[in-house]
């Protein structure tokens, strides 16, 4: 009984990538780019995205999120809708608040997708845009949330998303009258998402001899486990 218990518990562990993994985060920035500088000047970007609950293939229409932010920092070129000769501006929100307030996450996983090693861009399905965090906001005097978007192409862009900066009176700026950064990178070597959790088996994984520090721990555990209660019993039979 105690031997099938130790397999059942071992096969669990080897499956359960869940055990192994902290959270999952979608992170990324200027310095995984390329820049092309198209209207303004937008030289730093920082996209944060934690989640609150493992990544599978699939789609995922404002998934839940524990928090996400994205910073912009730049040069505006003479008139634009603010008014401002530079901008320095960052947002962080619980997921929920993020969407309440105007923005939106779109993105689909393949079922080809590897998740051992992170989620890389050439993962994500679609022929055209692939990931978009929009940080529009509806109401809340800001002229310079972005929308970010990436292409299965290796292109991109960031630019200031459709805003309504307030409603009463109406105050509206349109996508990218502030900033415009377009973006190039290597889809199959720019890794989006990290720190994975898998749920349920992955053939790929177990197949590759990868065994992470969790897995051999609870082997090496049961192991030693079984062959004490062995040594116990044959003692308690003497």
């Known amino acids: 009984m105690l ?68 910073w912009v920092r730049g040069n505006l070129a003479p008139g634009t809708p603010s008014g401002l000769a530079d901008f320095d501006h960052g947002w962080q929100f619980p997921g929920d608040e993020f969407y309440d307030r105007g923005g939106s996450l779109r993105f689909e996983i393949s079922e080809a997708a590897v998740l051992s090693d992170g989620i890389q861009v050439a993962e994500l399905v679609g022929d055209g845009v692939v ?16 929308i970010f978007e990436l292409r299965a192409d290796g292109t991109g862009r960031i630019q200031n998303s459709n805003n309504i900066v307030t409603l009463d009176p109406l105050n509206e700026v349109d996508f990218g009258e502030e900033y415009i950064t377009d973006l190039r990178f ?25 065994i992470n520090a969790l897995d051999l721990l609870a082997m090496l555990t049961l192991i030693l486990f079984y062959r004490a209660n062995r040594k116990k019993n044959r003692a308690n039979s003497e």
């Open 3 to 70: 031997r099938k218990f130790i397999v059942l518990v071992l096969l669990t562990s080897l499956s359960s990538g869940a055990l192994a993994q902290g959270n999952i985060f979608l992170r990324t920035g200027h310095h995984d780019y390329q820049l092309t500088k198209t209207h303004s000047d937008l030289y730093f970007f920082v996209v944060n995205v934690e989640f609150a609950a493992p990544l599978v293939p699939g789609v995922y229409n404002n998934p839940e999120a524990v928090s996400i932010s994205l």
């Open 131 to 146: 990931l978009t965090v929009d940080s529009r906001e509806i109401d809340y005097g800001s002229y310079h949330p972005g």
């Open 186 to 210: 290597d889809p199959g070597n720019t890794t989006i998402f990290t720190n994975v959790r898998l749920t349920g088996i992955d053939t790929r994984r177990i197949g590759s001899g990868s």
